[in-house]
């Protein structure tokens, strides 16, 4: 499985972004993709998770009720809506994906997921 974000950019606080992330490769039964971010000088931390076949999601407390991850099975691609962006949420994005269907708990961990993408930056300033 191969993996391409794309849709980073500039944003003033308070907008909006929609990152978007490709996926090669036959997808089985067992999916679940995520979407982590690292800011400088930081660790690479959970954003948001989900399942592929029945769309369950998970969310950091911190980005809770402003973004929303979503997928479309049919052209293998998986996006995150971000809204009410605010300067801390700065980092490079990346996609990532592991055969399972588990997204509780140490699903939120980085090491769980074998396939990465390259990753794209959000800079939210004004």
């Known amino acids: 499985v191969q993996l391409q974000a794309s849709g980073g950019g500039l944003v003033q606080p308070g907008g909006s972004l929609r990152l978007s992330c490709a996926a090669s490769g036959r997808p089985s039964g067992r999916r679940t993709t995520a979407w982590f971010r690292q800011a400088p000088g930081k660790e690479r931390e959970f954003v948001t998770a989900?399942?592929?076949?029945?769309?369950?999601?998970v969310y950091a407390d911190s980005v809770k009720g402003r973004f929303t991850i979503s997928r479309d099975a049919a052209k293998n691609m998986m996006y995150l809506q971000m809204n009410s962006l605010k300067p801390e949420d700065t980092a490079v994005y990346y996609c990532?994906?592991?055969?399972?269907?588990?997204?509780?708990?140490?699903?939120?961990?980085?090491?769980?997921?074998?396939?990465w993408g390259q990753g794209t930056q959000v800079t939210v300033s004004s």
């Open positions: 989900i399942r592929w076949p029945d769309g369950a999601a």
């Open positions: 990532a994906g592991v055969e399972s269907n588990i997204i509780t708990g140490a699903m939120r961990a980085s090491n769980r997921y074998p396939y």
